[in-house]
């Protein structure tokens, strides 16, 4: 549990996986963990206890309060979701690098896929989607691949819940969006993607499938930096 995302998974949910699979090594990266990959954060905010070699003391408050403070200043809730996304997916590359992982198995279902093109699309980085979906592409060394890319989230929830023994306790389970809700300040641009494929994969689940096999044909050039600052290696 974060304060900076309340909704993620907290330290219970560790170890009920553990316990279901326990052959397998564990590692907990906070969203704090940022300050280790990236300090231009850390120059954005300077106000605040550092040690005496100018880092801040690992899962402090005042790490915290400066994440807190960079996510406040940002201007909307797209801004807030998006940065907030590129965080995490630093920290988990940062953390294969460190642990000497040759690659990462994201857990992104074919509409959870879909979702992401149509988002970065429309936030001006379609040229970045060909690094952010397709197999195998190496950054920092660690290569990424996506094995519930021909999975729907609905197939994923269905099968979550009649495994036995279940595994929907071990879930992080998104909020329910509404689809004809009016949109506010706090509705991002991955929100209204989700609220738009989620009647789409009931319906029409080929549409699903046809986005992300469309935007797989993407070719990357060698010399492609996404906008995370990342480079194929």
Avoid at 78 to 99: C, E, S, V, Y
Avoid at 132 to 148: D, F, K, N, T
Wanted: net charge negative.
């Amino acid at each position: 549990m974060s304060s900076i995302e309340p909704g993620s998974p907290s330290i219970n949910s560790l170890a009920q996986t553990q316990e279901r699979f326990p052959n397998h090594h564990y590692s907990v990266l906070c969203i704090e963990d940022i300050f280790d990959v990236d300090e231009s954060l850390v120059r954005m905010h300077p106000n605040a206890e550092e040690s005496p070699d100018g880092s801040l003391p690992e899962a402090s408050p005042a790490r915290a309060e400066k994440l807190q403070a960079y996510m406040s200043s940002l201007p909307s809730a797209t801004a807030r979701a998006d940065a907030l996304q590129t965080m995490k997916d630093r920290i988990i590359l940062h953390g294969a690098k460190t642990n000497d992982c040759e690659a990462i198995f994201w857990g992104d279902s074919s509409t959870k896929l879909a979702e992401k093109i149509l988002a970065e699309t429309a936030k001006g980085r379609g040229s970045s989607i060909p690094m952010r979906i397709s197999e195998g592409v190496q950054q920092l060394g660690v290569a990424s691949y996506y094995p519930l890319r021909d999975v729907l989230r609905k197939e994923i929830v269905t099968f979550v819940d009649m495994v036995q023994p279940p595994l929907a306790l071990l879930m992080a389970r998104q909020r329910p969006l509404e689809r004809f809700s009016a949109p506010t300040k706090t509705t991002t641009l991955d929100d209204l993607m989700s609220r738009y494929f989620k009647p789409v994969e009931d319906t029409y689940p080929n549409i699903v499938a046809n986005v992300v096999n469309t935007a797989s044909k993407l070719k990357m050039r060698k010399d492609d930096i996404d906008f995370l600052g990342w480079s194929p290696t």
